[in-house]
């Protein structure tokens, strides 16, 4: 925990610090398009031609250069190319959830991708339950990359919390009326009951 004269502002700075990490892909126009065999599974595992893509450093990669256009669709963006690529809900995995810090009464949470992406739960990455009438699954989801990030026309990438960082947020959720809500980053994430 840092001192308490830390602002929410600089705690979030910091923990965002992985968005500000990442290639340019909102600046990136590319003129050749196509697709390419690899798929992201509903765990979040990535596959290249059926195969387990089973890398590490490569699947960072990949994450670092995806992006999600206004039609819901994902890519694999460079400044040259953009390939299309399928992804059965959404592209992250959240696997682990913490509280990094407390300014004020005001709590910091993080959530941690299964890549090592860190993100703060504030205003810019909300939490939401999924919509199983839309074809989600009934679990809760994070913004890992606002739309903000990701450029203009493109859409907000998430990550879908693994059952143990659920169980994780279970144990913090405060029941206010008809939501279970998570404080954090001076930001009520509310699910609805």
């Known amino acids: 925990m840092t001192s308490m004269s830390a602002s929410l502002d600089d705690l979030i700075e910091r923990w965002s610090a992985d968005e500000k990490a990442l290639p340019p892909v909102h600046t990136w126009a590319p003129t050749h ?98 919509d199983p009438s839309a074809g989600e699954t009934a679990s809760a989801y994070v913004c890992v990359r606002p739309a903000s990030v990701a450029g203009p026309g493109c859409l907000a990438l998430e990550g879908r919390l693994t059952r143990p960082a659920w169980y994780r947020l279970a144990e913090q959720l405060t029941v206010e009326g008809e939501f279970a809500v998570l404080h954090s980053g001076g930001h009520a994430h509310k699910v609805q009951l």
């Open 33 to 130: 398009r196509g697709s390419i065999d690899i798929h992201i599974d509903v765990g979040g595992n990535w596959f290249h031609e059926g195969g387990a893509i089973t890398r590490p450093s490569l699947v960072t990669l990949f994450a670092s250069i995806l992006r999600r256009d206004q039609h819901g669709s994902y890519a694999l963006v460079t400044p040259v190319e953009s390939l299309a690529i399928s992804v059965e809900d959404v592209p992250f995995s959240i696997v682990d959830l913490e509280l990094v810090d407390t300014v004020d009464a005001t709590s910091l949470w993080v959530a941690t991708t299964s890549h090592g992406e860190r993100v703060p739960l504030d205003a810019a990455h909300p939490l939401r339950a999924g």
